[in-house]
């Protein structure tokens, strides 16, 4: 669904029409994921209501870090700072070469310092119960049951984000080969492994459990919710949740816990760097290296744990 600029944008038309511009700009020009463009939209309307008795073409460097100390202020995270930051950096870089401001005020701010903190990862035996948590629910019904399991057991098999999971279509899915067709964000296509395990549960759940879902016309989604349309993120996020409360899991819960998950097991495992890369659909090796991070936080845990004079 495209992106409209939202009337509540203050200050009338400079703001509304640069941030309505800049926002099809990431969509159309840089082909961003259409929830990575709903994320800019939402911190630039953010930004411009905190500066509605200014143009655009007015603000000036104090006035961003005047903003960005608010948002330190109000507690936010670094890594969301860090965010708007960057959303407002586009959006006024897009304005210059638009020739609709004379100069730059972001050019020179930097980045607050980010203190990445590691991902919550479920260790193997914790996986084990968060996917058999679904066969404790089935007074809920067959159909959900086996569609659970299906999902958990695909999300955890191929390290596929919620949204990339919700959205796979059954012709993305080559049940011969043991592999599926992802389309990851700003639309860039990977294939990977589906694993024996989920494509059981796949399999299962397309010959016995979809049907009964009632499947609309127009659903070619795999995994559909009960009125026969395509899953929401939100929905298998709560899914998530419900399992790991179910398996009696205390950790974080997260959209991508499972794909943390994956990553991390991966790794333990010997697994290349590169590959492990590849199978997530990372632009960058950078981001891929968070897990090596965490297989060695998990390391000094063990030993800190277990050694006599850690």
């Known amino acids: 669904m495209p992106i409209r600029s939202r009337p509540s944008s203050p200050s009338g038309g400079p703001w509304e029409d640069g941030i309505r511009q800049t926002v099809d700009f990431l969509r159309l020009e840089r082909g961003l994921s259409e929830n990575t463009v709903r994320a800019y939209h939402s911190d630039l309307d953010q930004f411009a209501a905190s500066l509605r008795s200014k143009p655009p073409s007015e603000i000036a460097r104090g006035d961003i870090v005047d903003y960005l100390m608010k948002l330190r202020d ?30 730059d005020p972001s050019g020179v701010i930097e980045s607050p310092r980010l203190i990445k903190g590691l991902p919550d990862v479920l260790d193997v035996e914790e996986v084990g119960r968060l996917l058999g948590a679904a066969e404790q629910k089935r007074k809920k019904g067959l159909k959900k049951v086996v569609r659970d399991r299906a999902l958990l057991e695909l999300l955890y098999a191929s390290g596929l984000r919620v949204s990339e999971a919700a959205g796979l279509k059954i012709s993305d ?59 929401s993120r939100q929905t298998v996020w709560a899914m ?63 030993h800190a744990k277990f050694h006599p004079r850690a």
């Open 173 to 231: 899915l080559n049940q011969e080969a043991g592999f599926l067709r992802c389309i990851g964000k700003g639309g860039k296509e990977r294939v990977v492994p589906v694993g024996r395990q989920a494509l059981k549960w796949i399999q299962v759940y397309l010959a016995e459990a979809r049907p009964a879902f009632n499947p609309k016309p127009e659903s070619r989604q795999i995994f559909l919710n009960k009125f026969g349309r395509a899953l």
């Open 74 to 103: 109000r507690k936010l995270a670094p890594s969301s700072v860090g965010r708007k930051l960057v959303a407002i950096k586009v959006f006024f870089r897009f304005l210059l070469s638009q020739g609709r401001i004379q100069k």
């Open 240 to 302: 998530i949740k419900q399992y790991a409360q179910a398996a009696g899991i205390r950790k974080k819960i997260t959209p991508h816990t499972l794909r943390h998950s994956f990553a991390t097991h991966l790794l333990e495992a010997g697994a290349d760097l590169r590959v492990v890369q590849e199978l997530l659909g990372h632009a960058s090796i950078s981001t891929t290296q968070i897990y090596t991070h965490v297989d060695r936080a998990r390391l000094k845990s063990i």
